[in-house]
């Protein structure tokens, strides 16, 4: 298993094949991932991804420029998608060695998995048209009078039994036989074949579907925690725009770490849910700026940069001021929240012009060992209100 960082050019140790170039030649890749010839070698560069990318010749695993924790990952996953995290209430002793974000979500999917069957899977009643040799249920007159008729111990019957063939065991099972394709580590893959007989399954799309369109209640609650991680596991469901498509990076595992940040930071910092663009028009078209958070009328934008070892690009602060302007126009302001290995500070930017203050940017750097619900707190105190 080979290691490299995101926004670094690394030196490959192995060939890319022609699969392996066409496939980095996609418009929608080409923006992630730029490998380059070079004397000594092919080198790759990846941009704002991480994950696990599975090549021809070897797997890749990704980690971010930031030092994030792969256990960090899924608590800013689910949180970004307006879930508590599954692991939040337990601490788990990852058994996974050198493991990274998607084989620690196949570990605690068969954590999960391993508990429902423990407890006894949920059955509900379903229908089922069957032929018995006696009435059991309700007769079907049109069948019987098609198929078998005046066979009397031939009768078309439409029972409602008891069974665990429901969606909610089906979505275990198949994100259970998906783990048993793809996790990086054989042990898991074993794992996770031997524990996927023991379920009901369907195909990985109709698991997709039911986990796109599912919902929980007081029959089903106990399962909310196997289906939060056979979404990451399957990239269903609320974090399927999270991640690369699968239709491009198949069994690859990449989540658009930027993506995941601006969510993070919208809940965090308690916005609005629907945010009005600021439009600038110009000749033939109009384009649209539209920050990541609104707290009230004051604009907060996510940068997944790391602002501890640099200063705020110009871009950057031209930005800030068109939302700044455009947002609280009577006395300018706004907000940059990016990722921090110190404790969460804020420090702000004064925007002048010939001595006079036109606008000021708050700088908030928030710490990403701490989890997202308790930096949330910290973060509405140091908003400016």
Known sequence: MNRIREQQTTLLDFPLTEADLWKFDDPTLSKYFTPRPTAKGMTLKVNKVVGLLKLDNADLVIEPKIPVSGDMLLHWLHYATNKDHPISSQKRRWDTDGAYFPDMAVEALLDECRTLLRDQLRKDYQPSNTVEPAIRGRLDLTRQATHRYGMLDRL?????????????????????????????????????????????????????????????????????????????????????????????????????????????????????????????????????????????????????????????????????????????????????????????????????????????????SVDVAVPPAENSALLQTLLPH
């Open 156 to 364: 078309h019957v439409r029972t409602f039994d008891r069974t665990a063939q429901i969606w909610e065991n089906e979505v275990c099972g198949a994100a259970l036989q998906h783990a048993a394709k793809t996790a990086a580590n054989p042990q898991l893959r074993q794992q996770a074949r031997q524990l996927a007989v023991k379920f009901p399954s369907c195909t990985t799309e109709a698991a997709r579907t039911a986990l796109a369109r599912s919902w929980h209640n007081r029959l089903n609650l106990r399962y909310r925690a196997a289906h939060a991680w056979a979404e990451v596991v399957l990239r269903a469901g609320g974090v399927s725009d999270l991640f690369l498509p699968r239709t491009l990076v198949g069994d690859s595992h990449l989540m658009v770490i930027e993506k995941v940040w601006e969510r993070v930071v919208h809940r965090m910092a308690g916005s609005a849910t629907k945010i009005d663009g600021v439009k600038i028009h110009r000749s033939h078209h109009t384009a649209t700026f539209t920050p990541d958070a609104l707290v009230g009328q004051l604009p907060v934008d996510a940068k997944w940069k790391d602002y501890d070892q640099r200063s705020v690009t110009r871009e950057d602060i031209h930005q800030l001021l068109t939302y700044a302007h455009a947002y609280q126009p009577d006395s300018p302001r706004a907000v940059i929240v990016h990722p921090s290995t110190k404790p969460t500070a804020k420090h702000t930017i004064d925007v002048k012009h010939l001595g006079r203050r036109v606008a000021a940017v708050d700088v908030i």
